[in-house]
């Protein structure tokens, strides 16, 4: 199983059948449940049952081009259910995704997941997707389709999340209720990209639209590109040129119509002029800075938030700990007006090497957008908003997780500070190999020092990484070869277990030989043999420091603006530098130790600050107490 940017890539579960003239067809063997009792009603998080049964046995998949305000054709694919092989004629609800990549999977599978078998024959999405099967099956019309200037649509890509693209999204909206075989009820499903491109159409207000189930989803583009002012460039370049080749040199499945598949390649030669993503994203280093045409203050969902928080369309906010976009999740919970929920499992972007964990994360994943869809979209009240809003994982790694709820988000907390202290800690061979004391420092002078070493990395199959498909999975090595070019503060061994549930915050006290310097901070676990396993990270550019209030409830995290006029060069004496970590919801098991870890790079995952490494010290004294607060459960 393997999902790639955006494309939610299950088990392939399901056996091809004959497609009919100018149809494609597929079929679940054993789903007919005619003539049996309906099960006990069970509807709670992670389990559906009794409120409705499987009504179809297969589904029949036809596409087309839907012509947009300006001439402009999209490629859309409708997959219908059907029984006995007899595509239903009622009226249904739909759900549907608006997609940057193909919009049929089957040709993209062997290239973004070569070590798995030879895939059976996809024709659509719901033939590679469990959850989409679950919902054919219970009766839900499923569409898809190719945003302008990809796969087989036509048009020019005007840049992520472009004006253009969200227009197409709200007419494609009224275009699928207004079907004969539409009840006029509409709900968007999809994961990354196509997690966004939800957030979008509900900007447009548009009537049909009833819920979206956004995953792994963005909230401000700027805080992905340039986290804390550092570019990370190896994402997008890895992301760039993968799109740019499916638009161009890949070819998508044309429309049935498209028998020679002239079409499509009419289309293919429209999308050599498509906005050039490493250019733009080059070009635009800071929040205010534009493009004619790109501006951060425009596009994407923070450029249209008050426009999508009006909308108030409900929304089932899903995400992973390890995910890229973890903190937009819990971002977009503390401001949506909406009705909402939120789900955080402890996976990532896409795939992880544990098949008991991608086995719960399909799981949980069909059931709650099942729940989500019957209540908005087909009135079942199946009791979905009469729970608690937030389920998350608790993660005690390796492997081990359970579930927990609360009413909001942050749950209840209680603050623990742990300052920067002189070693040795006995744990690392690092620079310094300082520790971590509940104490405030009391002396007058310290600091450590050193030169950044430039090839420092957290590797090449990190969460960012696994987001754009350069890692089918996220692994992180032990990080004590990485701990070893870098600054160090390292707990004694835990008494009992610590439970961080939250956003840990980190304050540095800096200078830097060359007035700016990048600060990459990690927050670790190390058992007792050494081994230091990656929890999350945060990074701030020095020169980027400055603090102001953030357009959005920003749940009283430091936030960095990064305007142009707000970036400084660090003086001679210590400044301060205050950053948040990713959320996490981690153990940190007795026998333990917790580490924070202080990188100048990360070489396989942003670009360097200067081809000249600085030397900085991180400072430690009374009047410059470097520390970590972190968000510790209650009993812990």
């Known amino acids: 199983m393997r999902r790639h940017a955006a494309i939610f890539l299950p088990a392939l579960l399901l056996t091809a059948c004959a497609p009919e003239p100018g149809a494609e067809s597929g ?17 709670e998080f992670g389990r559906y049952e009794g409120y409705t049964e499987p009504r179809y046995d297969g589904w029949v998949t036809t596409s087309r081009y839907v012509e947009m305000r300006d001439g402009v054709r999209l490629a859309v694919e409708v997959t219908r259910p059907a029984l006995g092989g007899v595509t239903e004629s009622e009226p249904l609800p739909v759900v549907w995704t608006h997609s940057r990549y193909h919009r049929n999977p089957g040709q993209i599978i062997p290239l973004i997941a070569p070590d798995l078998d030879p895939p059976p024959d996809i024709r659509s999405q719901v033939d590679a997707n469990e959850d989409l099967q679950r919902l054919v099956l219970h009766g839900y019309v499923v ?12 048009g020019r890509y005007e840049g992520l999340f472009s004006e253009a693209e969200t227009a197409d999204a709200i007419e494609l909206i009224e275009w699928l209720a207004a079907q004969p075989w539409a009840d006029g009820n509409v709900g968007m499903y999809g994961g990354s990209y196509l997690g966004i491109t939800q957030y979008m159409a509900a900007s447009g207000k548009p009537p049909a639209l009833k819920a979206i189930f956004p995953d792994v989803a963005a909230l401000d583009m700027y805080e992905l590109m340039y986290p804390g002012g550092v570019y990370r460039d190896d994402l997008i370049q890895h992301w760039g040129s993968l799109t740019r080749e499916f638009d161009t040199a890949i070819p998508a499945p044309p429309v049935d119509e498209d028998v020679e598949g002239v079409l499509l390649r009419q289309a293919m030669q429209e999308h050599e002029d498509n906005w050039d993503v490493l250019e733009q994203y080059g070009a635009v280093r800071y929040r205010d800075h534009a493009t004619p045409e790109h501006a951060w203050e425009r596009h994407g969902p923070s450029g249209v938030l008050e426009d999508i928080l009006e909308a108030r369309v409900p929304a089932y906010h899903w995400n992973g700990w390890y995910d890229i976009f973890v903190t937009d999740a819990v971002l977009w919970f503390a401001n949506y007006r909406g009705p909402q929920k939120l789900g955080i499992g402890a996976w990532s972007h896409s795939g992880m090497p544990d098949p008991d964990l991608m086995a719960e994360r399909i799981h949980v994943y069909g059931v709650e957008q099942h729940r989500w869809f019957d209540y908005w979209l087909k ?3 199946n ?17 081990e997780w359970r579930w927990v709820s609360a009413e909001a988000w942050p749950p209840e907390t209680t603050g623990r500070r742990l300052y920067f202290a ?31 070493d430039l090839t420092t990395t957290t590797g090449a199959t990190s969460r960012w990484d696994n987001a754009v498909g350069a890692a089918p999975e996220m692994i992180y090595p032990d990080l004590a070869d990485t701990d070893a070019k870098s600054l160090t503060y390292t707990t004694p061994p835990l008494e009992s277990d610590l439970t961080v549930t939250g956003h840990p915050v980190v304050t540095l006290w800096v200078t830097s030989s060359s007035r700016d310097a990048d600060f990459f901070v990690l927050l670790e676990e190390v058992d007792p043999t050494g081994f230091s396993r990656y929890v999350t990270e945060g990074v701030l550019r020095a020169s980027h420091r400055a603090l102001e209030q953030a357009p959005w409830d920003n749940l009283g995290l430091p936030f960095h603006r ?37 990188m100048g790079a990360d070489r396989d995952n942003a670009e360097e600050v200067s081809e000249d490494p600085p030397t900085v010290r991180v400072y430690r004294s009374a009047a410059h107490p470097s520390s970590v607060e972190l968000p510790v459960a209650q009993g812990s």
């Open 379 to 381: 009135g079942i009240d």
């Open 143 to 154: 569409a898809a389709a190719g945003v302008r200037g990809s796969g087989a649509s036509f």
């Open 562 to 598: 990064s305007y142009e006029r707000d970036v400084a060069p660090l003086p001679d004496a210590p400044a301060e530098l205050r950053l948040d970590l990713h959320p996490t919801s981690t153990v940190f098991n007795a026998g333990h130790r917790l580490r924070v870890t202080v």
């Open 27 to 43: 079929s679940a063997p054993g789903t007919d449940d005619a003539g049996v009792e309906a099960a006990e009603r069970v509807s």
């Open 383 to 399: 009791g979905v908003l009469d729970e608690a809003p937030i389920h998350y994982a608790v993660m005690n790694d390796p492997g």
């Open 422 to 452: 002189p070693g040795a800690s006995g744990s690392v061979a690092s620079i310094n190999d300082g520790g971590l004391s509940s104490d405030a420092p009391a002396s007058a002078a310290a600091f450590d020092e050193y030169e950044v």
